[in-house]
């Protein structure tokens, strides 16, 4: 503890990040701390209660879905260190998605098909991407996904964490002023009342809390229309959502996009600004799906239950160059080899005329390893996202970028079944294979003359759509 003002000033100036800055002084107050328990002349007293500074620093001590632990941890610290312990915990340093286990609730009113306690573990992937957000060198983050995986729920944790935790101000700019209002009143603020500590800070009468502006203790949280980001002269924001990019019109005559001046908004917070934007992808020429192939390019990797061969789940099988091996170690730079998927296999449920039985195909759709070629039943989901891990195709990216793909297949609330018989249903019609490319398969339309792509399709009597390499 010598020089313990000095030794600290001399390790801020040598970083360049506010986070890296508030992290070392966390740590460095959770060594005094740590000093202080084997103290000997320290009484226990409320007075010697000390928080850590770091923004992710637990300050309630007990999460509330584990009610039995403060008498166990109350317990474990008179028997390990006497009386002053329980008055000088060291709080752990929590990661964000324990942050949003712990407070996050669902709301009854929107009809979720999940009402209750936000459990992160049932799609923990969105863990690795929370983390992935909260790291100090991100400030961009694109989430290209397919419709019902929850992206606009990651968004809206996001946004519960910031005011809970780091309070600054947020701008959330929805496709137009219609869908932000309608999205304010009936989803974002519900949420906002459910979560203890950002309800807590709310300031609730008729200046500070409308539809579109709403003041909390210390910050506040705006939502705009696409075309009206150009009035937000002045106003400035530390964290930017773009909801659905690719639903935005851009019809302002001489004015940048949308995207563009609500990035301008943030110049302010250059060192710890983040720009989250998520939508399902229309078309590769979309905002969103340019957006992705300009990041990191994450995709989902889980494991066959039959042979461990960890994979990235496809509707069809594809082939694509990638740069790292099959455990996912990175290939020396430049190199590349071509990895093959699996595929969903429902091409052996056909009655005897030839046609598809769809009751079975709802029932027995299953996926077909790239690796053994066993079929795996989606009872075995769990189980796989469970040891889910996350790989990036694009190695050039900028390191303050990371961008993701999540499609239907990955969800446990969606059945393989049903995205084999909405693809079945969905051949024959344009518009049909557009929607199920987009919103189910979450990857951008292509139109039938691309060669390669049109082969694999003809295979399932489909001439009219193309599915791109993700
Ligand atoms: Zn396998």
Excluded at 44 to 63: D, H, R
Excluded at 142 to 153: I, P
Excluded at 294 to 316: D, I, M, N, W
Aim: with cysteine; glycine share 6%; aromatic share 8%.
């Amino acid at each position: 503890m010598n020089n313990l003002p000095g030794r600290l000033a001399q390790k801020i100036l040598n970083v360049s990040d506010f986070h890296e800055a508030e992290e070392l002084i966390a740590q460095e107050v959770n060594v005094v701390l740590k000093t202080l328990q084997n103290a000997d002349f320290l009484e226990a007293s409320p007075a010697t209660q000390v928080n850590a500074v770091n923004p992710v620093t637990e300050t309630a001590a007990t999460p509330k879905k584990h009610a039995q632990a403060p008498a166990q941890n109350e317990g474990s610290g008179r028997q390990s260190g006497g009386p002053q312990m329980t008055a000088l915990q060291v709080r752990p340093v929590q990661r964000m998605w324990e942050w949003i286990d712990e407070h996050v609730v669902i709301p009854q009113v929107i009809g979720s098909l999940n009402p209750g306690p936000l459990d992160t573990s049932l799609m923990p992937f969105w863990r690795g991407i929370y983390d992935a957000f909260w790291s100090k060198k991100t400030h961009f983050l694109t989430l290209a996904c397919s419709a019902r995986v929850g992206k606009t729920l990651f968004c809206i944790c996001c946004v519960l964490h910031k005011k809970g935790v780091w309070p600054g101000p947020v701008l959330w700019v929805d496709p137009t002023g219609k869908t932000a209002k309608a999205f304010s009143r009936t989803e974002l603020q519900a949420h906002i009342m459910e979560c203890r500590p950002v309800a807590d800070k709310a300031i609730i009468d008729k200046t500070h809390w409308t539809t579109l502006l709403m003041h909390f203790t210390g910050s506040v949280l705006r939502l705009v229309g696409g075309g009206s980001v150009a009035d937000l002269a002045g106003y400035q924001a530390e964290m930017v959502i773009l909801n659905e990019t690719d639903k935005t019109k851009h019809n302002l005559k001489g004015e940048a996009a949308t995207q563009d001046l609500a990035l301008a908004r943030t110049k302010q917070f250059r060192f710890t600004r983040k720009i989250l934007e998520n939508s399902t992808p229309t078309t590769e020429w979309g905002r969103i799906w340019s957006r992705f192939k300009a990041g990191s390019q994450e995709h989902v990797y889980l494991p066959c239950p039959h042979c461990g061969h960890k994979q990235r789940l496809t509707f069809f099988a594809d082939e694509k160059e990638v740069p790292f091996d099959e455990e996912g170690k990175p290939l020396p730079a430049g190199t590349k080899r071509v990895e093959k998927t699996g595929r969903f296999k429902f091409d052996h449920l056909k009655r005897e005329d030839g046609s598809y039985d769809l009751e079975r195909v709802e029932r027995e759709t299953v996926y077909e390893c790239a690796c053994c070629q066993k079929t795996i039943d989606q009872s075995h989901q769990a189980w796989m996202l469970r040891r889910y891990e996350l790989r990036a195709h694009n190695p050039a990216a900028p390191v303050d970028h990371r961008s993701f793909h999540i499609w239907a297949a990955l969800s446990p609330f969606e059945g393989w079944g049903m995205i084999a018989k909405e693809f079945l249903l969905a051949r024959g019609s344009i518009s049909r294979m557009h929607n199920f490319t987009n919103s189910t398969l979450g990857l951008p339309f292509v139109r039938k003359d691309h060669g390669h792509q049109n082969r694999r399709h003809r295979r399932h009597d489909c001439p009219l759509a193309g599915v791109p390499a993700a």
